[in-house]
């Protein structure tokens, strides 16, 4: 059976999108390693993405954009993140696992895993797959909105971030929908 999983990152942070990824296995060549990804070294998630892209039968990433975010809600975002994950793939699933409680509207069988990175090897291979395209991208967007130190904690409500968008304010790709981010504008 065709199985997609799929996982998200990124609904905690007050900047940047949700990243989602949706990957098909191919159970000929397993993949040594997988788990969920913030239990890996950035360096091995790193080394994983390319063994993954290579071994998988398909896989796909998704997103949502922080103007999604403030307009839907992040849960909403998140889910239509990995709609847009799963609709990407050029193998149709038969079946889809998701990390979590919340399952996206989609026209496959959806099954929903609670901490489900940890015990299926597909869903911690998106899990992987999403959190370093995402990561990257916090990286490059430091370099666009110097100052809020987002290479560093990846847009997470860090004590420093926080301090950042009270002297700074919140730049574009700040999610204006969060409270944090809502106090900084109201200074």
Not at 34 to 46: A, G, H, N, P, Q
Not at 51 to 72: F, T
């Amino acid at each position: 059976m065709l199985i997609a999983g799929v996982d998200e990152v990124g609904r905690g942070p007050l900047a940047g999108p949700v990243v989602t990824a949706a990957v098909i296995l191919d159970p000929s060549k397993p993949i040594e390693g997988l788990t969920d990804s913030k239990k890996l070294s950035e360096k091995r998630r790193e080394a994983l993405v390319p063994i993954i892209k290579e071994r998988a039968l398909s896989w796909a990433l998704g997103r949502a954009e922080v103007e999604e975010i403030d307009e839907l809600n992040i849960l909403q975002a998140s889910l239509l993140a990995m709609q847009r994950a799963v609709m990407a793939l050029s193998v149709t699933p038969e079946k889809v696992h998701v990390d979590g409680i919340h399952a996206p509207e989609l026209p496959y069988p959806v099954l929903t895993i609670v901490k489900g990175d940890l015990h299926d090897q597909a869903i911690a291979a998106a899990s992987i797959l999403a959190k370093v395209a995402r990561d990257q991208e916090m990286v490059t967007l430091d370099k666009l909105y110097p100052g809020y130190d987002l290479a560093k904690h990846k847009g997470y409500p860090t004590a420093a971030h926080q301090q950042a968008l009270m002297h700074l304010g919140p730049s574009d790709i700040h999610r204006k929908s969060f409270k944090p981010v809502q106090l900084a504008l109201n200074i």
